[in-house]
């Protein structure tokens, strides 16, 4: 377990490091961020979204996916309220990042770093698992998500959102009795695959353009501080009670072990890069969203191998 979290953050660097570099060269800016920002949270993400829901149908596994949907729901529902109690700032500087804050510490790198985790350690069957807690993720982020760093809420906005679409889509797909022609799954899995790689190249370029504005530098050192306590520290606590209730609740499906461990793991990664990419959309500080990423994901080296080392003994 640990080897693998080693390599998925060696990748990371390698790709974000490709991507610093060509910023710098080519002196690429706002104008490229925007793009590839949206280019991954408007295609590359709903194009996975299909492509993971794009499996053989079963009554058993349909159960299993409305009751992890439920435990994501959960796990998301508590997280956010960790991020409302603790993100609250006085001073109107520290207000214009609690946004990001509250974002970094509900929205994990669940699928980069989750996804090679618990196919590393369960295989296929546990990466289906992982897809309903996406699911809720996606649907979770273009809500609470949106809110935070909009402060508005637009219904028509949410439901119309090619992430939500494809969330719903997928989930029809799920259940009917076919599976997508190879002219349609075939391209959806090529750009869904781009998730990782675009994902870091973004990372790259906004440390490329790293600006932290009016805000002191070492303002910036202590929230990422209490962000990464939060993520890595306070998460891994209430996610372990979750998993416990959850096998209480659900025990009379089969996998449930399998199921709270699942989610256990995926609300335990660091920052995603679905955060930075708000920021860029938004106009929101994204250097301070990448520094949430980037030192969450270092940290991780050590919290998560422990965490998971410690749900092995009960789970």
Known sequence: ???????????????????????????????????????????????????????????????????????????????????????????????????????SVVFTNCAFIGIPLINGVFGSGGAFYLMGYIAVFNITLWTFGYYMVCGKMQPLKVITNPNVLAVILGIILFCLPINLPDIISIPLGFIGDMNTATSMLLLGLLFANFKRGETPFNTYILRVIKVSVLRLVVSAVVMFFVALL????????????????????????????????????????????????????????????LSVAIAEKFF
Not at 38 to 58: A, G
Not at 254 to 266: D, F, P
Not at 269 to 275: A, E, I, Q, Y
Not at 280 to 298: H, I, P, Q, R
Request: proline share 2%; glycine share 4%; aromatic share 12%.
């Open 1 to 103: 377990m640990y080897f693998v979290v080693i390599k998925q953050l060696s990748v990371m660097a390698l790709i974000a490091l490709i991507g610093f570099t060509v910023s710098k060269i080519f002196k690429f800016g706002k104008t490229e961020q925007n793009f590839l920002s949206k280019l991954l949270l408007y295609v590359i993400n709903p194009c996975l979204i299909l492509k993971t829901f794009d499996v053989s149908f079963t009554q058993e596994r349909l159960k299993e996916l409305f009751a992890i949907i439920a435990i994501s729901f959960l796990a998301h529902f508590l997280l956010m309220l960790i991020a409302l109690i603790f993100c609250n700032s006085k001073t109107p500087e520290g207000k214009s990042l609690d946004g990001i804050d509250k974002l």
């Open 246 to 305: 959850s096998i209480k609740i659900f025990s009379g499906l089969e996998n449930i072990r399998l199921m709270s461990y699942v989610v256990y793991i995926a609300a335990l990664c660091p920052v995603g890069m679905s955060v930075s990419s708000f920021a860029v959309v938004f106009n929101k500080d994204e250097s301070y969203a990448s520094l949430n990423v980037a030192c969450t994901s270092a940290l991780c080296i050590l919290t998560l191998p």
